[in-house]
């Protein structure tokens, strides 16, 4: 099946500062990749659609300024939470479609887990 | 709002016996339902995944059965093994219409196999 990584897979900052995550496809490319946030005992909420050679489309309520998303190629995006703080600790996972054959489907990262301080 | 109800919240089953969580969804553009597996600090992972123009879909001893009347789905898992103890996550996407395959989750599911 189709991989999609994620580093660093936990990271623990201080306060105010930023935090950089990356998703990378391994064996595909995607010019769209989803970004996630869970709470513990939670269902997965998307933060924003990441689009290659565009800008990020946001969700309702995510802040554009604070969750930064850059796709930079067909094999990477990624998400720099600026200015972290304590309320913005979860997991965070992204996701790329893969199409086969009739149907699409969307490959999951790891997760990155992320608390600050 | 495009929701997808998922029920129940938590499900305890015996080695051996059949896991069933059930979704219902709202929207009648959606034409791609999977769902997915998560262990503890894991991401999701792909299970099964069906469209609506079959009512069911098994693989080994995953079965989705869909009831586009109704719009609900459910995912079976015969013969449970306490290694099936995950949350479990039905979701629907729209696979046309500019949508970016975007999903919409279910609330999950934590099944519990007990030995």
Redesign the interface.
Known sequence: ?AV?S?HPSRVICKSGTSVKIECRSLDFQAT?M?WYRQFP????M?MA?SNEGSKATYEQGVEKDKFLINHASLTLSTLTVTSAHPEDSS?Y?C?A?LGTS??????????T?LLVL | QQQVKQSPQSLIVQKGGISIINCAYENTAFDYFPWYQQFPGKGPALLIAIRPDVSEKKEGRFTISFNKSAKQFSLHIMDSQPGDSATYFCAATMTSGGSNYKLTFGKGTLLTVNP
Not at chain 1, 41 to 44: A, E, G, R, T, W
């Open positions: 099946g999609v994620q769209t989803f005992k939670q269902s997965l998307l659609t997991f996972i996701s479609p009739m149907f699409e489907t969307q490959y999951f990262g790891p997760g887990r």
